[in-house]
């Protein structure tokens, strides 16, 4: 089975923090992907790697970078967090690019 | 611009009374359809893909089908258990954004005992 962690299931921040997202997947993939999920606006594309140290933008990149050093880990990173970045963040990973993607249990970020 | 559309927004059933999703979207050229169970507090998890019209594909009591416009999830006889929000999202097959999943926001299923 596919296995996609995250290294938060719950977080707290204030506004202006620097914030961490990890996730890790054991499955030798590829292609990770990290997503938010909002009510009313469904999931939405932040960022996506098809390979190590590359990455390209999603449909909103606005306020967020990422990294990928390992083939393995996917970060999501929140250079100053604010609140409207309040939200479900969903990490996946696909072995092919037009697979089916896998996803992690999700962190749920507060940011105050 | 991809869109998918998913009707209802939320569905109440009781325990063995079959009924259906639907998926409507529009697309560039399908490379995909795939349909996601999404517990509450949890991440989505993958069921069905689906690649062209009068395909289809089961797994327990569920049923997904695909024609040029829309897919249905049909549910049999469901119990408590399949309460979950069901996703589906569609991939295209052409353009620089091919990978890319678009996402409709989801039906909400209840099954009462």
């Known amino acids: 089975d596919v296995k996609v962690t995250q290294s938060s299931r719950y977080l707290v921040k204030r506004t202006g923090e620097k914030v961490f997202l990890e996730c890790v997947q054991d499955?030798?993939?590829?292609?990770m992907f990290w997503y938010r999920q909002d009510p009313g606006l469904g999931l939405r594309l932040i960022y996506f790697s098809y390979d190590v140290k590359m990455k390209e933008k999603g449909d909103i990149p606005e306020g967020y970078s990422v990294s990928r050093e390992k083939k393995e880990r996917f970060s999501l990173i929140l250079e100053s967090a604010s609140t409207n970045q309040t939200s479900m963040y969903l990490c996946?990973?696909?072995?092919?690019?037009?697979?089916?993607?896998?996803f992690g249990p999700g962190t749920r970020l507060t940011v105050t | 611009e991809d869109q998918v559309t998913q009707s209802p927004e939320a569905l109440r059933l009781q325990e063995g009374e079959s009924s259906s999703l639907n998926c409507s979207y529009t697309?560039?050229?399908?490379?995909?359809l795939f349909w996601y169970r999404q517990d509450p507090g949890k991440g989505p998890e993958f069921l069905f893909t689906l690649y062209s019209a009068g395909e289809e594909k089961e797994k327990e009591r569920l049923k997904a089908t695909l024609t040029k416009k829309e897919s249905f999830l049909h549910i049999t006889a469901p119990k408590p258990e399949d309460s979950a929000t069901y996703l589906c999202a569609v991939q295209a097959n052409s353009g620089g954004s091919n990978y890319k999943l678009t996402f409709g926001k989801g039906t909400l299923l209840t099954v009462n005992p």
């Open positions: 499955m030798d993939h590829e292609n």
């Open positions: 697309v560039s050229g399908l490379r995909g």
């Open positions: 996946a990973s696909s072995f092919i690019l037009h697979d089916e993607q896998y």
